[in-house]
Every structure is written in structure tokens, then in C-alpha cells.
């Protein structure tokens, strides 16, 4: 019943068989038993996950492994057994899918650190989820418990089949699907082998962070960090991983006191683009530091997001019921792009605010092709109710209708 609420409160698709959460909780009882009997007595064996792919804000597409409710079910219960074995010894600077523990973290310690130190490694591992050892994972997995039906059942989701979308099956032999309610745990722990405890071991003063596949290592010169790549890279293959060639580089961290012309000076991690920027001290003083904000990829997809809401085209809504659907959107957006460096968001307010304009002129007859006068209708609104969208709240976002 706790990994059932668990597994309700994230939500999630439907897998192979169609069966959606609401179809689940139609039988909830006697589908809850069905699980609790066959994973008790030995005797569950997972079905296929389903293949659906993703687009990536870089471009090209992701493959994500769908299970069914009732098997995501059945992985929550594992996890819950496996977690408290293995959470305790993962580092502190592994911040993905780790309860506690966020993205904002990852980029709060990297400000910092940035700060500390001239040059940074950045690596991504490629095709992590697809390409995980299973007998080193097992490995690892048996190294932190002996609970039987545990080690059995993650053997078998290892080995489960993927459902393409024409219906064929593809057996696996490496790798564990990205979308599986077990595969961040089992990820994180072949990551702590592979790379946290070889980096404690090996490079005790380094100081790095990463969060599932993306990784950054934060070097005093330049020669460090081609060096540490080269031991990297030599790494990873004994693990049966490899780096990404294109989004793995060293990276120069230049602001107002580090000079020099150097190939790379800014890196993408997790929505924020790190670089030198315009920043106003406590004193009011502006200088230039290497900083973080929203990056171009992100912000773009979030206006593709926008674009396909299609807002402009709800003229039988209230504008009370625009800002009550989309609200709790904007709200994650302002609270994860805006933590650092906010005003970087500020176009896809200003964006939100146009889309706005849209509507109202789709909406009343009388605004329709007056840009000045949907303009000033939106303004007295937002005067009237400055709290109606969570972005009207920021200083000179009232004001931004075309």
C-alpha cells in the first residue's frame, strides 16, 4: 500500500498493457493482492516496458522504458527495502534522484565553487541508462544485501524486454530503463563504484559534483584537468561506459580577474549555463563574475512548451481560469529558473504576458487589433490583482502586453 501511494502521487503513463492509475484504483484491493502474492511467493515476473521517446532539449530523442502500474508498484516496494541499505553510503556530492537532495543543490555548490577554482572538467556519460554493466551492478547489488527476493527481482527487471512502438520485443543485456522506478538507485549505486568512490580514492582533493549522468570536476589549472580527462576516459571504459565526446570538454572559467583567450568558456549543467556576466555586489558595485542562469536551450523550451498550450486560443476561459491551469507551472519555472540570476527569465514572462495579449483580443471583440488598448486592459487588471499570475509579482512584469 506505501509504494501504491508512492507510485499514485508521482502519476505517470500507462505501459504495455494500457492500464492507466485510474483503471488500477477501479480494483485496487484485489490488484494490491495479486502483487503482494506473487512477489511473497517468488513467482512475479515483470512484463515488458514500453519505448517512449522523449525529445531533448539539445535535439534527437531519448528513449524512455515505461513499465506498468502494477510493475512500478512491485519496484517501489523493492526500492523502498533497497534504499535504506545503500543511501547512506552514496556521497554527498552525488545529488540525482537521492531523497533530500535537489538540482538546485548541484548548481548552488557549483556556483561556489566556480568561484574557488580557474578551470572545470565537465563530463556526460553516454547512453548511461542503456549501458550499465549487469554483472558489475549485481555485483554491487549483492555487495550491500543479501535479501534474496531483492536480488532476485532486479535480475529480473534487468533482463525484462522492451516493447517498441510497432509491438516487436527487444531483449536486453545491458543497461536498465530510464523511466523504471528501480533504475536511479541501481544507476547511482554502479556511479558510486565507477566514479564517486574511484574519485575519493584517487583524487582526495578534488572537489566535484554530479547529479545521475552529468558530472562536473572542478580543477586548478589546465594541465590538472587534461590529465584527470585522460584518466577518465580510461576509467569508464574498464566500467563499460564511455564519455560523450561532444558534451565532455574543459572548461575556463573566466571573469573580471582571470584573463586569457581560451577555447571553452561557459558549460550547460542542469538548465543553467555558467559564464561571465554582469553581477551587482551587496555594496551595489557591478563587476563581472562566472555565474549561472537559465540557459538558451532551456528557455526555448519552454517556449515551445507554451506554443503548444496554445493559450492565445482559449477565449471561453476566464482569465482567473488561465492563471489557475497555468499557475503551478509558472510557479515551478520561477522557482527553478529564477533562483539564480532571474532576470535571465524575464523574456519568457514577457513571453506569457504577449501569448496573454493574444487571448484578450481573441476574447473581446473590442480589443481585437489594438495593441495599445489589450495593453492597458491587461495593466488595469494587473494592478487590480497583482497576484493573479505568480510572475506579475516581480517588479515591471505587469507591464510587459504587446
Given amino acids: 500500500m506505501r ?32 502483487i503482494w502474492n506473487r512477489l511473497s511467493s517468488g513467482s512475479y515476473f515483470p512484463p515488458a516496458v514500453k519505448a517512449v521517446p522523449i525529445p531533448k532539449k539539445s535535439g534527437g530523442v531519448r528513449i524512455l522504458g515505461v513499465p506498468t502500474v502494477g510493475d512500478r508498484i512491485a519496484q517501489m516496494v523493492v526500492k523502498l527495502m533497497l534504499e535504506p541499505e545503500v543511501e547512506p553510503l552514496f556521497h554527498p556530492d552525488s545529488y540525482g534522484y537521492r531523497p533530500n537532495k535537489s538540482a538546485l543543490d548541484a548548481i548552488g555548490v557549483t556556483r561556489q565553487r566556480c568561484w ?34 531483492v536480488i532476485l ?19 536486453r543485456g545491458r543497461g536498465t530503463p530510464q523511466g523504471g522506478v528501480i533504475s536511479p538507485i541501481l544507476s547511482n549505486l554502479f556511479l558510486h563504484y565507477t566514479f564517486d568512490l574511484w574519485m575519493t580514492r584517487n583524487y582526495p582533493k578534488s572537489e566535484w559534483c554530479r547529479y545521475a549522468d552529468d558530472g562536473l570536476v572542478h580543477c586548478r589549472t589546465e594541465q590538472e584537468a587534461k590529465e584527470l580527462l585522460q584518466k577518465l576516459n580510461e576509467r569508464f571504459k ?25 577555447l571553452n568558456t561557459t558549460f550547460t549543467f542542469l538548465g543553467y549555463t555558467f559564464r561571465r556576466r554582469g553581477v551587482k555586489s551587496k555594496k551595489g558595485l557591478l563587476f563581472l563574475g562566472f555565474t549561472p ?3 538558451k536551450e532551456a528557455r526555448k523550451s519552454i517556449q515551445e512548451e507554451l506554443r503548444r498550450e496554445r493559450i492565445q ?23 527553478y529558473y529564477g533562483k539564480y540570476t532571474a532576470s535571465e527569465l524575464y ?26 488598448r489589450t495593453r492597458n486592459f491587461l495593466i488595469k487588471v494587473a494592478e487590480r490583482n497583482p497576484k493573479l499570475f505568480v510572475h506579475w509579482t516581480i517588479k515591471n512584469m505587469r507591464e510587459g502586453f504587446v
Avoid at 119 to 126: A, R
Avoid at 246 to 262: A, Q
Avoid at 353 to 360: E, G, T
Fill in 3 to 34: 509504494a501504491y501511494e508512492l507510485v499514485k502521487a508521482n502519476k505517470g503513463a500507462a505501459g504495455v498493457d494500457q492500464e492507466s492509475l485510474e483503471d488500477f484504483d477501479k480494483n485496487l484491493k484485489d490488484n494490491l493482492y495479486k
Fill in 116 to 149: 574557488k577554482y580557474d578551470w572545470v572538467l565537465e563530463f556526460d556519460i553516454k547512453g548511461l541508462f542503456d549501458n550499465i554493466d549487469h554483472e558489475l551492478l549485481m555485483k554491487a547489488v549483492k555487495h550491500h544485501t543479501d535479501n534474496k527476493w
Fill in 153 to 171: 527481482y532486479i535480475e529480473r527487471w534487468l533482463k525484462a524486454p522492451m516493447e517498441m512502438e510497432d509491438g516487436t520485443q527487444v531483449q
Fill in 238 to 262: 574498464v566500467c563499460g561506459l564511455e564519455l560523450h565526446p561532444e558534451k565532455t570538454k574543459i572548461v575556463y572559467c573566466k571573469d573580471n580577474k582571470r584573463r586569457g583567450t581560451y
Fill in 293 to 295: 542562469a537559465i540557459s
Fill in 313 to 335: 486560443l482559449k477565449s471561453t476561459y476566464t482569465l482567473e481560469e488561465i492563471a489557475k491551469m497555468y499557475n503551478s507551472i509558472l510557479r515551478g519555472w520561477m522557482v
Fill in 347 to 372: 523574456p519568457v514572462w514577457r513571453w506569457f504576458n504577449r501569448i496573454l495579449s493574444k487571448w484578450a483580443q481573441r476574447k473581446y471583440r473590442k480589443l481585437k487589433g489594438h495593441k495599445t
